[in-house]
């Protein structure tokens, strides 16, 4: 079911979709304010929320005609879940916000984590997209030695996570996180690269102890190790038009091996820009014009234009 609550930003409506097992799983919408040429799903990455797309989604040409959908991934944000994580449930839950909504088809844009839910998406349900924009993926071949050692390890906090996650089940250790605005913060970073160069962002975003703060720590590191989950060789298996927006400053991956391996996808456009890996925060109108570039060709690749009559609706 969909509860329509207040309007949330200028523009935009909350819903809530209530899933099969009973999770309220939080969501914004902007209609178009003209004909539909289709729908945009933007997906926050690791310990972010919905806030992370507010600014895209405030100031993009795109929302004219593209109906932009902005969910709290399960376990984040006001989608707060305290069950195990992964990409298949966020794929699932994706699948059933389309159906409630009534697409029959999207665009998915997605950061990071949310790169990684998009592109399992398009694994298990090809026919419900129609192009991928992926920013920042992280793929495990891509990582830094010292991160794949402690990625082969990781399967040794599975008894710690089962238990943790029988302790959330029974009500213990659960307690109120906090929603940050992404927006907010990221208006600071910029005010604190300004004063004291770019690098400070490694400062600002992406540490454990700021991260833990917004989620259950469970949830947390079952998040982090999905977002290096999809191998590059499973990128082989997406058909869709993809466009992936890549950090040429990276310190979490090297981005020549993941343009390696996304250069071997079936229909793939990649494009790397000088960031740390925060594109939304470091270059956020570069990655603006990126996403509307790539899908006004598809609207010209369909024949949706002003010129071409009334638009179809996805």
Known sequence: ?????????????????????????????????????????????????????????????????WEI?????????HSMDWRPASLGRWADDLLALLDTEGHQRAVLVGHCLGAAVAAEFARRYPDRVEALILVEPLLPEALPARL?????????????????????????????????DLQELDRAAREQMAQDGAEIIQKTH???????????WAVYVESLLATVALSGAALRDIQAPTLALLSSGSELADWTVTRRYLQAMPDCEVRVLDAHHWLPTER?????????????QLERSAGRDESEGPAQHA
């Open 69 to 77: 959908i902005r969910p709290d991934l399960r376990g984040h944000g």
């Open 284 to 296: 956020p109108d570069d990655l603006r014009i990126q996403i509307e570039a790539f899908c006004h």
């Open 148 to 180: 794949q050692r402690y990625y082969r390890w990781s399967h040794l906090l599975r008894p710690l996570l089962a238990a943790t996650h029988a302790a959330y089940a029974m009500g213990l250790h659960r307690r109120t996180y906090a929603t940050v």
């Open 206 to 216: 992406g540490k454990p102890t700021n991260d833990l703060r917004r989620m259950p």
């Open 1 to 65: 079911m969909l509860f329509d609550t207040a309007p949330a930003n200028q523009g935009e409506h909350r819903c809530t979709l209530v899933a099969s097992d009973g999770t309220r799983l939080a969501y914004q919408i902007r209609p178009t304010s003209g004909r539909r040429y289709g729908v945009l799903v933007a997906l926050h990455g690791l310990a972010s929320n919905m806030s992370r797309w507010a600014e895209f989604t405030s100031q993009t040409r795109l929302s004219r005609h």
